[in-house]
């Protein structure tokens, strides 16, 4: 079968397309699962921001593709339907597979009729998904499916759920990820090729606002440190200068961590970039060791879990024991300043995840946070609280009346959708957005020891779009920051809009490096 992957194309404030274009993880593990003889294709629509429609239908018309599977996120859930429904319109007889974060949370926005989608896989896809693709082929039922949802061929085409398919124990269940099969190109990060490699799936943690917990439950997997060498080898091999290990908590296991870090440098892969994302705890108890051992191993960018850095707000997003510094046994503290110095000391830098407008946030809880972050992190992650479908967080914000938005294309992390008891969703995102840009502006001249050459070339680009609805009259003082702020909302949302004009558009040219309607850039139909 000719199958088509796409991953959607709608990006988030703090990886702006212009610097970072990151392959989905996820699609190349599926085109890595499915049965050798079917023909996969991956586009990443990230790589075409500037011409989705023109991008999707040359897809269409080019690969033929007999199914169309779609990874998505709940801030994508409008523009997924709508390339579905361009889709369609090429070929009418594909069929249609939705998976990811959205779809498993909230499969109830895909199983009607007008949604045009045909099948839901639900949590872990990569068996379920070449199940998909065998019984398709066999013409066999999807009863036994254990993890889709499929339209009944009876009683009015209403969705059939199958039982859920337990969490794969990895091992050699799921097979490494096939790159091969991306159709498109232009991953980037600050100008370095860029990859993504899991090394574990899952987190024992639950902290209110994720969606790991409801998608997978509280589990933690992982993969031999031989298989994660080899799958970043193949990832080096391809071109890729920089690595996110994509792992939901790969901090869990400290002591394989390290034994991952060891395993890199001893492969002579430690000349590459790497990205990860962990708990304060785990660096500030892993200490001097671990942070060396990373270190040697290449590491770059951490980003952390801080959350917040008040106690009350840690309570509220059960996240105060990942954040707790431990010794001997007991609690000793708020892990996070020991992290971010253990970090710094060793020649990393910080991705301060901080998370501001939860219930009780004040003005001035809000300020402390953003103080914090100015004073501590390298690179700002700063998000308001989002109620993603099923996560406990929304179900508190939910009972407390406090969601103001139900717009979901706008929940990206930093619109402002809950208000807390004392400020307007606006007034929390105002005040994020008016600091945020300074703290992203401080961080240039690290990335231009690193990168002199990106900063040369792309440095005035980088610079309008953090600042974007800023004009000469704001610069001036002739008025004042709400007014830029106001009009930096308005264009946030232009940028949502992939469907808009697309006539009016075609041949459009998008930033370097992305791909557009009129090119024919690395189409490639080998595999
Ligand atoms: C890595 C990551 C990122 C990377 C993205 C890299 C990339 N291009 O993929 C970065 C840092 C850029 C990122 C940013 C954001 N992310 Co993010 N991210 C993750 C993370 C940590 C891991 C995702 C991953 O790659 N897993 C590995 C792959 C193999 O697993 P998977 O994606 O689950 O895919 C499996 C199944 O879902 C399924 N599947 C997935 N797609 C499809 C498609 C089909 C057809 C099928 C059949 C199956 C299927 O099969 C796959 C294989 O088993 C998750 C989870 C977490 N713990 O935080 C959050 C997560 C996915 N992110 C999330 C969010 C909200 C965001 C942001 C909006 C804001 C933010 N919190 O940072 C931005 C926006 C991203 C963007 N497009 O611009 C949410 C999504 C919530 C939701 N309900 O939509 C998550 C769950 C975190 C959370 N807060 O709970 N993210
Ligand atoms: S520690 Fe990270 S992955 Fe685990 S539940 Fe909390 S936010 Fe999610």
């Given at each position: 079968m000719n199958v088509l992957l796409l991953s959607m194309p709608d990006s988030f404030e703090h990886t702006p397309t212009l610097t970072i274009r990151m392959p989905n993880g996820a699609l190349a593990s599926l085109a890595g699962n499915v049965d050798p003889h079917h023909r996969v294709s991956i586009a990443d629509l990230v790589l075409a921001q500037q011409a989705v429609p023109e991008t999707v239908a040359r897809l269409m018309r080019t690969l033929e593709p007999d199914v169309v599977g779609l990874s998505v996120m709940t801030f994508q859930r409008k523009t997924a339907m709508k390339v579905i429904a361009l889709a369609r319109s090429i070929r009418p007889e594909v069929m249609f597979v939705v998976g990811g974060y959205d779809p498993s949370l909230a499969p109830e926005e895909y199983e009607s009729p007008a949604a045009g989608v045909d099948f839901i896989v639900s949590g872990e896809g990569d068996l379920t998904f070449r199940d998909l693709l065998r019984a398709l082929e066999r013409g066999a039922g999807f009863e036994t499916i254990p993890g889709l949802s499929y339209r009944a061929r009876t009683g009015g085409g209403a969705f059939v759920r199958n039982p859920a398919r337990s969490v794969s124990h990895l091992g050699d269940e799921v097979k490494p990820p096939n790159r091969a099969a991306r159709v498109l190109s232009g991953y980037t990060m600050l100008g370095r090729q860029i990859d993504v490699v899991e090394t574990s799936r899952g987190c024992?943690?639950?902290?209110?606002?994720?969606?790991?917990?409801?998608?997978?439950?509280?589990?933690?997997?992982?993969?031999?440190?031989?298989?994660?060498?080899?799958?970043?080898?193949?990832?080096?091999?391809?071109?890729?200068?920089?690595?996110?290990?994509?792992?939901?908590?790969?901090?869990?296991?400290?002591?394989?961590?390290?034994?991952?870090?060891?395993?890199?440098?001893?492969?002579?892969?430690?000349?590459?970039?790497?990205?990860?994302?962990?708990?304060?705890?785990?660096?500030?108890?892993?200490?001097?060791?671990?942070?060396?051992?990373?270190?040697?191993?290449?590491?770059?960018?951490?980003?952390?879990?801080?959350?917040?850095?008040?106690?009350?707000?840690?309570?509220?997003?059960?996240?105060?024991?990942?954040?707790?510094?431990?010794?001997?046994?007991?609690?000793?503290?708020?892990?996070?300043?020991?992290?971010?110095?253990?970090?710094?000391?060793?020649?990393?830098?910080?991705?301060?995840?901080?998370?501001?407008?939860?219930?009780?946030?004040?003005?001035?809880?809000?300020?402390?946070?953003?103080?914090?972050?100015?004073?501590?992190?390298?690179?700002?992650?700063?998000?308001?609280?989002?109620?993603?479908?099923?996560?406990?967080?929304?179900?508190?914000?939910?009972?407390?009346?406090?969601?103001?938005?139900?717009?979901?294309?706008?929940?990206?992390?930093?619109?402002?959708?809950?208000r807390t008891e004392a400020l307007e969703a606006e007034e929390i995102e105002f005040l994020r957005w008016r600091a945020e840009r300074w703290m992203k502006v401080r961080h240039v001249p690290k990335v231009f020891a690193h990168d002199p050459g990106f900063v040369l070339t792309h440095g005035i680009r980088m610079f309008r779009h953090t600042f974007r609805g800023t004009t000469l009259k704001t610069w001036l003082g002739l008025e004042s920051e709400r007014q830029a702020f106001v009009r930096y909302r308005a264009i946030r949302r232009k940028e949502r809009e992939f469907f808009s004009n697309h006539e009016d558009r075609e041949g459009k040219e998008g930033p370097e490096g992305q791909t557009t309607g009129t090119q024919t850039l690395a189409l490639n139909m080998k595999n």
């Amino acid at each position: 079968m000719n199958v088509l992957l796409l991953s959607m194309p709608d990006s988030f404030e703090h990886t702006p397309t212009l610097t970072i274009r990151m392959p989905n993880g996820a699609l190349a593990s599926l085109a890595g699962n499915v049965d050798p003889h079917h023909r996969v294709s991956i586009a990443d629509l990230v790589l075409a921001q500037q011409a989705v429609p023109e991008t999707v239908a040359r897809l269409m018309r080019t690969l033929e593709p007999d199914v169309v599977g779609l990874s998505v996120m709940t801030f994508q859930r409008k523009t997924a339907m709508k390339v579905i429904a361009l889709a369609r319109s090429i070929r009418p007889e594909v069929m249609f597979v939705v998976g990811g974060y959205d779809p498993s949370l909230a499969p109830e926005e895909y199983e009607s009729p007008a949604a045009g989608v045909d099948f839901i896989v639900s949590g872990e896809g990569d068996l379920t998904f070449r199940d998909l693709l065998r019984a398709l082929e066999r013409g066999a039922g999807f009863e036994t499916i254990p993890g889709l949802s499929y339209r009944a061929r009876t009683g009015g085409g209403a969705f059939v759920r199958n039982p859920a398919r337990s969490v794969s124990h990895l091992g050699d269940e799921v097979k490494p990820p096939n790159r091969a099969a991306r159709v498109l190109s232009g991953y980037t990060m600050l100008g370095r090729q860029i990859d993504v490699v899991e090394t574990s799936r899952g987190c024992t943690y639950d902290c209110s606002f994720c969606s790991i917990i409801e998608m997978r439950g509280r589990n933690f997997h992982t993969w031999s440190i031989a298989r994660v060498v080899a799958d970043i080898a193949d990832a080096k091999a391809r071109g890729a200068r920089t690595i996110f290990l994509v792992d939901d908590n790969i901090t869990l296991n400290a002591a394989r961590f390290r034994a991952l870090c060891d395993g890199i440098v001893a492969a002579g892969l430690h000349d590459i970039d790497y990205i990860v994302q962990g708990m304060t705890s785990a660096i500030a108890n892993g200490g001097d060791e671990l942070a060396a051992a990373m270190r040697k191993a290449g590491f770059r960018y951490v980003f952390l879990g801080i959350e917040n850095i008040l106690a009350d707000d840690l309570t509220f997003l059960k996240a105060t024991a990942k954040n707790s510094q431990r010794e001997g046994g007991r609690t000793v503290g708020n892990a996070t300043t020991r992290a971010v110095d253990i970090l710094h000391k060793h020649g990393m830098l910080v991705v301060g995840g901080l998370i501001v407008g939860s219930p009780g946030d004040t003005r001035e809880s809000i300020e402390a946070n953003l103080a914090f972050a100015r004073r501590y992190v390298d690179w700002p992650y700063i998000q308001h609280p989002t109620p993603y479908p099923g996560t406990p967080m929304t179900k508190d914000f939910r009972e407390k009346n406090l969601i103001v938005n139900d717009r979901v294309d706008e929940y990206d992390g930093t619109t402002a959708v809950v208000r807390t008891e004392a400020l307007e969703a606006e007034e929390i995102e105002f005040l994020r957005w008016r600091a945020e840009r300074w703290m992203k502006v401080r961080h240039v001249p690290k990335v231009f020891a690193h990168d002199p050459g990106f900063v040369l070339t792309h440095g005035i680009r980088m610079f309008r779009h953090t600042f974007r609805g800023t004009t000469l009259k704001t610069w001036l003082g002739l008025e004042s920051e709400r007014q830029a702020f106001v009009r930096y909302r308005a264009i946030r949302r232009k940028e949502r809009e992939f469907f808009s004009n697309h006539e009016d558009r075609e041949g459009k040219e998008g930033p370097e490096g992305q791909t557009t309607g009129t090119q024919t850039l690395a189409l490639n139909m080998k595999n």
